[in-house]
Nanobody
Framework: QVQLVESGGGLVQDGGSLRLSCADS????????MGWYRQGPGKQRELVASIDNAGRTNHVDTVKGRFTISRDNAKNTVYLQMNNLKPEDTAVYYC??????????????WGQGTQVTVSS
């Protein structure tokens, strides 16, 4: 059952921009934090950015000033605006959503992944 649906990846030139979107299909309740990981060729998966339902954000240092995470709580949708893309940003990007109940995380849900390729 697909629960998080991603869109927006693709091929872009060095310095270009892309916007990723990730929407809950409506089957996840109690979502708190949403965010994005990425995994580049031969690299470990790394957290890129996260945002809680109060709008507090975190971005990994390598993307600060270039990427911006945002969300629409009414739609349970998270976005990642990526500007000034570099070849080292090439990766599969995965969104996630953490569900909580009584202050405890009860589950983490993943999107299917979307490829972002930045050519030099």
């Amino acid at each position: 059952q697909v629960q998080l649906v991603e869109s927006g990846g693709g091929l872009v030139q060095d310095g270009g921009s892309l916007r990723l979107s990730c929407a809950d299909s409506g089957s996840i309740s109690g979502i708190n934090v949403m965010g994005w990981y990425r995994q580049g060729p031969g690299k470990q998966r790394e957290l890129v950015a996260s945002i809680d339902n109060a709008g507090r954000t975190n971005h990994v240092d390598t993307v600060k000033g270039r990427f911006t995470i945002s969300r629409d709580n009414a739609k349970n949708t998270v976005y990642l605006q990526m500007n000034n893309l570099k070849p080292e940003d090439t990766a599969v990007y995965y969104c996630y959503a953490d569900a909580v109940r009584a202050g405890l995380r009860i589950g983490r849900y993943w999107g299917q992944g979307t490829q972002v390729t930045v050519s030099s």
